[in-house]
Structure formats: C-alpha cells, structure tokens
C-alpha cells in the first residue's frame, strides 16, 4: 500500500500562484491530480509518468499549471499560476502503482490509492 501526502494548499488571491506537492510513500508509476469543487464531481487537472516525463492537463488549467516531479519519483508537484475563482476546491493527489498507457491516468478510476487533499481557494 501506498500512502500519499499533500501539502501546499491554501488562499490565493486572483492570478496568484500555489504550488501543490503530494509525497508518496513507495515506488508508483503515475501521479496525478484531480480536484472537486462543492456540489461539483471530481475532474482532472494533470497527470505524470514518474518514469520518463510524460504529462498530461486538462484544458481548464492548461497553460497555467505544470507538473512535476522530483529526481527520486517519489514526489510529484503542481505549479498553478494565474489562478481564478473557478479553480477553488480540494485537490486530490493520486497514485497509480501499475504501468499503463496515458489515457488511464484521465479518469479517476485509473488510479490506485488517494491522498486526503488540500483545499485550494482563490478569491475574487
């Protein structure tokens, strides 16, 4: 079993930046982020394959957030810049411990285990 540990959460005003980190306990192969705003289902924000690079955003945050990872693969980051109201919500760090193809790594049900997340909040 894998645990995950976020941290980096918080309030932000209008176009600021939060830099989001999710730690995790052993080896996995992807990582990623997903977000649910209240009354809201879950949705994708980006997606990394710890070996190799390869990342992956959903278009709401493209060009404004980035995805990382440190050397190790153990820990994976989520720059968000230009931050808005709409991107208020808690953010869910997830880990896939398979390998797959990238388009798993799009939905929620392609992951493994799940941090308990941090609450972003941008205000207007």
């Known amino acids: 079993q894998v645990q995950l540990v976020e941290s980096g959460g918080g309030l932000v005003q209008t176009g600021g930046s939060l830099r989001l980190s999710c730690a995790a306990s052993g080896h996995t192969y992807f990582m990623g982020w997903f977000r649910q705003a209240p009354g809201k289902e879950r949705e994708f924000v980006a997606a990394i394959k710890l070996s190799g690079g390869n990342t992956y955003y959903a278009d709401s945050v493209k060009g404004r957030s980035t995805i990382s990872r440190d050397d190790a693969g153990y820990t994976a980051y989520l720059q968000m810049n230009n931050l808005k109201p709409d991107d208020t919500a808690v953010y869910l760090c997830?880990?896939?411990?398979?390998?797959?193809?990238?388009?798993?790594?799009?939905?929620?049900?392609?992951?493994?285990?799940w941090g308990q997340g941090t609450q972003v909040t941008v205000s207007s």
């Open positions: 997830a880990t896939r411990v398979r390998n797959g193809i990238g388009t798993m790594v799009l939905s929620e049900y392609g992951y493994d285990y």
